[in-house]
């Protein structure tokens, strides 16, 4: 009985032992276990992190590059525009600018004669020879109107009309057909270039007998100055004087036609459906303080701003001719000057024997 008691409690020991040896076994395994499940959950949260952060990185890099992009579209480099100095004319390379004259007129050239008397009021340069311009319409003109060609004779702009010369621009479409005298209607009065280059090779003859005839009557008129290669003035070689102008304007004046279409101050052509609208390229014609008997105005850079005309000032036709003026309303503001000068200065009033007649 005893010895069953004591294996009993021998069994018992040898069983609580077991359970004490099993449990420290397990102990670590499941303590690993939960180490294992807490790395692995600490790596999971670790790498969603990282994966996180280097969206977040991608994120940043991206928006910084956009931003980037978008200061490159938006923050540009400032634009540098080089200077391009103005186009001297001939005037101001030959220095005909620093000619001082009593009226202190911004024209390099100018001229101012009685057209009766041919008492010359001003000069200034009056021999010098510059590129007139569109000056040289009025040559263009007098030599249509003399030829006596119908004016109603429908006229077409052909591709040979436009400008190559200066690159102007036209409202005269190619294919525009206007009467003869419509071309020389703008041609004077607004100085259309298409036009006039059109009167010049629709005469009989063509274009290169037109200019030869433009010198022959310049050589007839005794302007020995004068010397023309086309018949709009776009081209610096066609080239005058001062004085050979005012005889021009002289004789021109004579021709009713010129009087009427150069002074004219507006006109509308039909040009297809539309109808355009052109208008005098002299100002004063609109001013009724002027009394204008012919007139016509001219530009390139290489001639400045020009204006021949023929008005009466203090009961006395003069011939005014101004080139190379400096400034877009310069010559306009140079026969101003002339007139006030001429209507405040008694001497220069017309005697009672000149002071007859009018424009007509």
């Given amino acids: 009985m005893h010895h069953r008691h004591r294996s009993a409690v021998t069994r018992f020991f040898q069983f609580l032992g077991f359970a004490v040896v099993s449990a420290a076994l397990v102990s ?10 807490s790395i692995a959950k600490k790596q999971q949260v670790s790498s969603a992190n990282a994966k996180r952060a280097v969206a977040l990185r991608k994120a940043a890099a991206n928006t910084n590059a956009k931003a980037v992009r978008v200061a490159a579209k938006t923050a540009k480099a400032p634009t540098r525009v080089a200077f391009v100095p103005a186009k001297q004319s001939f ?17 390099s050239v100018a001229l101012v004669m009685d057209q ?6 001003l000069s200034k340069n009056d021999h010098a020879v510059l590129p007139i311009a569109s000056l040289t319409k009025l040559m263009t003109g007098m030599l249509i109107s003399q030829a006596k060609l119908p004016m109603d004779e429908p006229l077409t702009i052909t591709q040979d ?28 009065m607004s100085s259309e270039n298409r036009a006039a280059h059109a009167l010049g090779r629709t005469y009989p003859g063509g274009l ?18 004068t010397r023309y290669v086309e018949p709009t003035g776009l081209s610096s070689r066609n080239q005058s004087s001062a004085r050979d102008l005012a005889t021009l304007v002289n004789v021109a004046h ?10 004219s101050p507006g006109y509308e052509v039909a040009v297809g459906r539309k109808t355009l609208q052109y208008n005098n390229t002299n100002g004063l ?15 390139i850079s290489e001639a400045g701003r020009c204006l021949v005309m023929q008005a009466q000032v203090a009961g006395r036709k003069l011939i005014m001719v101004f080139l190379d003026s400096a400034g877009k309303f310069s010559r306009l503001g140079d026969a101003e000057r002339v007139r006030q000068w001429v209507e405040s200065t008694p001497t220069l009033a ?3 024997h000149s002071a007859r007649g009018g424009n007509g």
């Avoid at 670590?28 to 499940?37: I, R, S, T």
């Fill in 28 to 37: 670590p395994l499941v303590h690993a276990g939960e180490q294992k499940k």
């Fill in 91 to 107: 005037g101001q390379i030959a220095g005909l600018h620093e000619v001082n004259d009593p009226l202190d007129l911004k024209s």
């Fill in 116 to 121: 009766d008397t041919h008492e010359v009021l």
């Fill in 161 to 188: 009309d436009v400008d190559t010369e200066k690159g102007s621009r036209s409202r005269l479409t190619v294919g525009t057909t206007l009467t003869r005298g419509e071309m020389l209607h703008l041609a004077l």
């Fill in 208 to 225: 290169e007998v037109f200019v030869a005839q433009m010198n022959a009557k310049a050589r007839l008129l005794g302007m020995t100055d």
């Fill in 254 to 263: 004579g021709d009713p036609l010129l009087r009427e279409l150069s002074t």
């Fill in 285 to 299: 014609v609109k001013n009724p303080t002027w009394d204008i008997g012919l007139q016509k105005t001219g530009y």
């Fill in 350 to 352: 017309a005697p009672l």
